[in-house]
């Protein structure tokens, strides 16, 4: 037998797994919608030119590039000017994330569009990253945003979604937010405004590898001593968010324009969330929240999971004239992301799934043959009839067979009809669990199976 093989940071997803992904996507896709959000798809792959120069050089460096045709590397490696073919072997690429294909869409249907243009979208994404727990090749976002409005009140929205699918997941969260503003103002008094990027991706490993070594990302980047002190005093601020602003106005960051733009943003979507949901303490600032991608140019949001050791399982942020790289300026735009393999771990490690997920048939009819037959086709047919998932076996085999069937598939009851059932008008439904049976006619069964 072959040692057959997938690769590395991508996953098969068996029937089990699929109906918990379902459910997730399920659940978050009705609150897109209940929040006015429209469905949008976009391919798989764009060229090069609209991926690359968007996520900074370490996106860049994760983008998996496509081979063009074989018929292109041919000549390539026959040609003595392979060396200018080489450069055009790639034209494409998988996308990064789904933000900037979406940034694409708009500037290319801008006439048709009515703005704000509020979109979900549930799609995979593609990142040379090193696989590890929680950490794909090939994982989904499930993505909303809504460009063509300067609004904060979109910001609060955003953050009601989030909240609302996780509570409907009964998943504790915390919704982490920043401002982007701040951390350029930071950039800007500490003299290093123009390395902005360098010192936001920096600031983003923090999680991840600690202040001791994020201080020596920021010496590998050339940031002199006295710059990286700074730094780790603004991360070192802690509190509430009102104790925070509070601190950095000790400090004397306030005083920078960008930072007072970026508190007074901060301010308002609180005042905005409040107004429309009330007070959740799940909703904290956090100064070290950098999220080192370019775009973001206000808020940035990013949602953690309280009970299980994981990497963000949410983000997003603000982010003004983003379509403008695509030649329509102008247009600011804000989105959140949910990153559902991530939320799957936890949901799966916490055994959140409803247990109506774990098994997509409810019943099964045991086959006996004979004249019970067309008694069995006949209630399946009913049931399924009803809004109830049933299966027949397919064949009258033995009866401990189809029983292992079910209890393989965790189908939670078993209906049998012999010929006693049969002239009786009755089946037998039978608790796979609970090793309970009732007699019932087919109109109590269907409301047995109902409730």
Known sequence: MSNVSIPKG??????????????????????????????????????????????GDEGDKLMFRILNNGEILEKAKSSETNNSLIKNVSEKALRYDLTIPFARYVAMNRVTLAFPFRRYQMQAVWRADRPQ??????????????????SLLNEAELIAVYLDVFKSLNLNVEIRLNNRKILAGLANLIGAAERLTDMTIAIDKLDKIEWSGVKQ?????????EQIAKIEAYLSIKGTWKEQIAQLHT??????????KGIAEFEEVMRLY???????DSIVMDLTLARGLNYYTGTIIEVKAKDVAMGSIGGGGRYDDLTGIFGFPNMSGV???FGLDRIYAVMDELNLFPQEVVSATKALLIQFGGVAEPVCL???????????????????????KQMEYANKKQIPFVILIGDTEVAQEKVILKNMQSGDQQLLSLAELIQALKN
């Open 378 to 400: 006949n209630t399946v047919r009913q049931l399924r009839m009803n809004g109830i998932a049933a299966e027949i076996y397919p064949s009258a085999e033995k009866i401990k």
């Open 10 to 55: 991508t996953r098969d997803f068996g029937p089990d797994v699929m109906r918990k992904r379902n459910y997730l996507f399920a659940v978050i896709r009705n609150a897109f919608i209940q929040y006015g959000f429209e469905p949008l798809e976009t391919p798989a792959m764009e060229n090069i030119e609209t991926l690359t120069g968007k996520y």
């Open 251 to 260: 400090i004397g960051l306030a005083s920078d324009e960008q930072v007072a």
């Open 335 to 337: 989105g959140i992301s």
């Open 217 to 225: 990302e920021l010496e590998k980047a050339n940031f002199t001593s």
């Open 274 to 280: 409040q107004s429309m949901c009330g007070t959740n």
């Open 133 to 150: 727990k929680g950490r794909f090749r090939e994982f989904y976002q499930c993505d909303a945003d809504v460009v063509g409005s300067n």
